[in-house]
T-cell receptor, first 112, second 113 residues
Framework: GAGVSQSPSNKVTEKGKDVELRCDPI?????LYWYRQSLGQGLEFLIY????????KSGLPSDRFSAERTGGSVSTLTIQRTQQEDSAVYLC??????????FGEGSWLTVV | GDSVTQMEGPVTLSEEAFLTINCTYT??????LFWYVQYPGEGLQLLLK?????DKGSNKGFEATYRKETTSFHLEKGSVQVSDSAVYFC????????????FGKGTSLLVTP
């Protein structure tokens, strides 16, 4: 497709389990971002990838969160030992050469 | 650090009413400013943007002017429609984190017939 694709769109997991969220950015976009949208909290920056450079992980809330980007394209956000406060929508975005940022529809994570 | 403050919602308007959603920002230098919209059940979409002072972004009848003197980027529409019901996010892009966006907390708009 032409847009940023995320999967799964919805995920319910038990507390303590690990989850992986996938993002497929727009073809040709070298910059990729992960954000978290919690109810009433707005959007929180998590991590940023640019080409082959080391990622900016300054927004990751704890060491349970990690992300990787393989081959400069698809990215996976991993949350280990999930907690209920991790319940949120996780949004992926990629940036065009014109510096416009395009968002996917998000992965809705519920930790029970 | 950079930050965005936008008016809290929810905002409820009748169809054809005038809309203003206030947004002010704090940033070093001259950031780019954006409004994103999130319709129910959908992802964030760029609504409009302005990259320098006095620029006016416009799209779908919405407008916002980059006011450096008041550090504001208020969103306006002269006549709202039911289909404009959504959450609106003001955002800025500074010069850190690879041009990541700093978002406000969002303003929910409900337009009634």
């Amino acid at each position: 497709g032409a847009g940023v694709s995320q999967s799964p769109s919805n995920k319910v997991t038990e507390k303590g389990k690990d989850v992986e969220l996938r993002c497929d950015p727009i073809s040709g976009h070298t910059a990729l971002y992960w954000y978290r949208q919690s109810l009433g909290q707005g959007l929180e920056f998590l991590i940023y990838f640019q080409g082959n450079s080391a990622p900016d992980k300054s927004g990751l809330p704890s060491d349970r969160f990690s992300a990787e980007r393989t081959g400069g394209s698809v990215s996976t956000l991993t949350i280990q030992r999930t907690q209920q406060e991790d319940s949120a929508v996780y949004l992926c975005a990629s940036r065009s050469e014109g510096n416009t940022i395009y968002f996917g529809e998000g992965s809705w994570l519920t930790v029970v | 650090g950079d930050s965005v403050t936008q008016m809290e919602g929810p905002v409820t308007l009748s169809e054809e009413a005038f809309l203003t959603i206030n947004c002010t920002y704090t940033a070093t230098g001259y950031p780019s400013l954006f409004w994103y919209v999130q319709y129910p059940g959908e992802g964030l979409q760029l609504l409009l943007k302005a990259t320098k002072a006095d620029d006016k972004g416009s799209n779908k009848g919405f407008e916002a002017t980059y006011r450096k003197e008041t550090t504001s980027f208020h969103l306006e529409k002269g006549s709202v429609q039911v289909s404009d019901s959504a959450v609106y996010f003001c955002a800025l892009r500074g010069f850190n984190s690879g041009y990541a966006l700093n978002f406000g907390k969002g303003t929910s708009l409900l337009v009634t017939p």
